[in-house]
């Protein structure tokens, strides 16, 4: 079956510092990959996406490669605002294998120090 | 903007109270789920909806049930609520398409059963 394997957390940055947080997925189709973010007291929204390998997908700075050969794709900004505090998740979907459900890690938490 | 609404956004409930959770999307999607979020857990699928009057046992069905009689709307019941379902309860939706891998969130309503 599917699965998504993310670091566990609370990962504790300072404003500006360089955030990596590492995602791995096992799948036996072809799936696309998924960051959501939860901002506190929020539910999930989209953050980015990829659906092949080698994408890169972004957005608000924040940066994902879909990248077949490790099944990882690690998500990366180069300088954190403490505005950016908020739990993070690598998802995956698999709709070549016929279902809609997506498949989530257990998120990772951010927390971003002035 | 898809618009996906949750009835509360807290509620706190006496143990053996029969619980009803409302969700209603505003984008005509087929596919509407309902998720537990615990810490330490992630997301916990308990049921989903392929269309209306339809659903599917997620992860946890256990002490839960559904009901989809419209479209938009797709309501959680608890029906002799235990102090083990106090958790955040998240409900999403999605197209049948190429864009259905995408799920949308509403806010989520967090529930105290005491």
């Known amino acids: 079956g599917n699965s998504v394997t993310q670091m566990e957390g609370p990962v504790t940055l300072s404003e500006e510092a360089f955030l990596t947080i590492n995602c791995t997925y096992t799948?036996?189709?072809?799936?696309?990959l998924f960051w959501y973010v939860q901002y506190p007291g929020e539910g999930l929204q989209l953050l980015l996406k990829?659906?092949?390998?080698?994408d890169k997908g972004s957005n608000k700075g924040f940066e994902a490669t879909y990248r077949k050969e490790t099944t990882s794709f690690h998500l990366e900004k180069g300088s954190v605002q403490v505005s950016d505090s908020a739990v993070y998740f690598c998802?995956?979907?698999?709709?070549?294998?016929?279902?809609?459900?997506?498949?989530f890690g257990r998120g990772t938490s951010l927390i971003v120090h002035p | 903007d898809v618009k996906v609404t949750q009835s509360s956004r807290y509620l706190v409930k006496r143990t053996g109270e029969k619980v009803f959770l409302e969700c209603v999307q505003d984008?005509?999607?087929?596919?509407m789920f309902w998720y537990r979020q615990d810490p330490g857990l992630g997301l916990r699928l308990i049921y989903f909806?392929?269309?209306?009057?339809?659903?599917e046992k997620g992860d946890i069905p256990e002490g839960y049930s559904v009901s989809r009689e419209k479209k938009e709307r797709f309501s959680l019941i608890l029906e002799s609520a235990s102090t083990n379902q106090t958790s955040m309860y998240l409900c999403?939706?999605?197209?049948?398409?190429?864009?259905?891998?995408?799920?949308?969130f509403g806010s989520g309503t967090q529930l105290s059963v005491l």
């Open positions: 999403a939706s999605s197209t049948s398409d190429r864009e259905g891998e995408k799920l949308f």
């Open positions: 799948a036996t189709g072809y799936p696309s």
């Open positions: 990829a659906t092949k390998a080698d």
């Open positions: 998802a995956l979907s698999d709709l070549g294998g016929g279902s809609y459900i997506p498949t």
């Open positions: 984008m005509d999607h087929e596919n």
């Open positions: 909806s392929y269309d209306v009057k339809m659903k």
